[in-house]
């Protein structure tokens, strides 16, 4: 009931990902930005066809607009590559699949909502889907004005805080869908410098992170 956090990321963060030359299917998918309103849930998600999540929990604990920038361009990532549609469809078959976007099974299409928004084991990322959409969105935030390592700022700002080890609530979420956060830390790295891009932390300020923005335009207003 906040639309004024809400059209500010989509106008000044999510829209300017999407504009990069390297999301091919932005005038195909329908991308839209939903907010859900839980502090304790420290996560985001998107579903297939474009529709991207992001929890109140995750955007008071980032502390930049650079960061939030990085997990919305991973979760494009995911829905750009598929990784979502290709699970269910191993899962549940081609021809529900088929039933589904015709209006065919109205049961299922409850028992698939249902799980996308409790357990959200459909959701659940592998190694690997995790590697390529971070590899993805460095590649979205290269065409934009945030700093393009920023996928990385929430795993370390969590390492730091000791929240991978102690888990909780919000985290067990994220960590059940998004796997593997440390080890993604050195992963960024090193495409940093492949790429000849200065290794920045989250800590950093200054050109491409936006952290007075960030507490101005979107965690005062949730307070």
Not at 14 to 40: G, M
Not at 145 to 162: I, N
């Amino acid at each position: 009931n906040n639309p004024t956090v809400k059209n500010y990321i989509n106008q000044k963060i999510f829209q300017p990902i999407l504009q990069s030359p390297d999301v091919l299917h932005k005038n195909i998918f329908k991308y839209n930005l939903e907010i859900i309103k839980n502090d304790t849930i420290l996560n985001a998600f998107a579903v297939p066809g474009g529709p991207v999540y992001v929890y109140t929990g995750l955007l008071k604990y980032l502390d930049s607009e650079a960061a939030l920038a990085g997990v919305l361009g991973h979760e494009i990532a995911h829905a750009e590559r598929r990784h979502a549609t290709n699970r269910m469809t191993k899962q549940m078959g081609i021809q529900i699949l088929s039933q589904l976007v015709l209006g065919q099974n109205p049961s299922q299409t409850a028992m698939i909502v249902s799980n996308l928004f409790t357990g959200m084991t459909l959701l659940a990322n592998s190694r690997a889907d995790e590697d390529e959409s971070d590899q993805v969105s460095m590649k979205y935030l290269q065409a934009t004005k945030f700093y393009p390592g920023a996928v990385k700022f929430f795993f370390e700002k969590m390492r730091d805080d000791g929240k991978v080890e102690k888990g909780g609530q919000g985290i067990a979420v994220f960590l059940s869908t998004h796997p593997d956060p440390i080890a993604r830390i050195a992963s960024a790295d090193q495409r940093l410098k492949a790429a000849g891009i200065e290794v920045k932390t989250y800590k950093a300020a200054g050109a491409g992170i936006f952290k007075d923005e960030y507490k101005k335009n979107i965690l005062s207003q949730l307070r």
